[in-house]
Every structure is written in structure tokens, then in C-alpha cells.
């Protein structure tokens, strides 16, 4: 599995603690445009999987039907 590549849930849940750190004014300037580079790679990543899964589930739903 590839450094930046996680599950759904793991990639969910270090965009929640992003968005924590962000509201609690817990990053610096340096380090919030790091964390808001991460984001967009891991809003991606979820993006991508829910649209696989969703294509995935149609097509099954799709061969029953």
C-alpha cells in the first residue's frame, strides 16, 4: 500500500483531525498550508473510493435487475 493511500475510515478520520486543529486555532501559518494540501489529497482519496463503491454497487444492483 502506497505512503499517502488508506483506507476510507483512516483518511476520514485525519480529515476530522485536521479540521479540529483548524477550529481550535491549534496550526500555525506554516503548518496550515501544509495541512490544507493534505486535505485535498485526502478529500480526493474519499471522493474516489465512494464513487468506486458506488459504481461497483450499480453494477450489481444492475445485473440482478
Keep these: 500500500m ?3 493511500e488508506f483506507k476510507y475510515e483512516e483518511a476520514l478520520r485525519q480529515l476530522e ?7 481550535n ?3 500555525d501559518i506554516d503548518v496550515m498550508g501544509e495541512q490544507l494540501k493534505r ?3 485526502l478529500i480526493k ?3 474516489d473510493k ?5 459504481n461497483e454497487i450499480k ?3 444492475g ?3
Design 2 to 4: 502506497a505512503k499517502d
Design 17 to 23: 483531525h485536521i479540521v479540529e486543529q483548524m477550529e
Design 25 to 27: 486555532d491549534e496550526l
Design 39 to 41: 486535505a485535498q489529497k
Design 45 to 47: 482519496l474519499c471522493k
Design 50 to 54: 465512494l464513487t468506486k463503491t458506488d
Design 59 to 61: 453494477k450489481i444492483l
Design 63 to 65: 445485473k440482478e435487475g
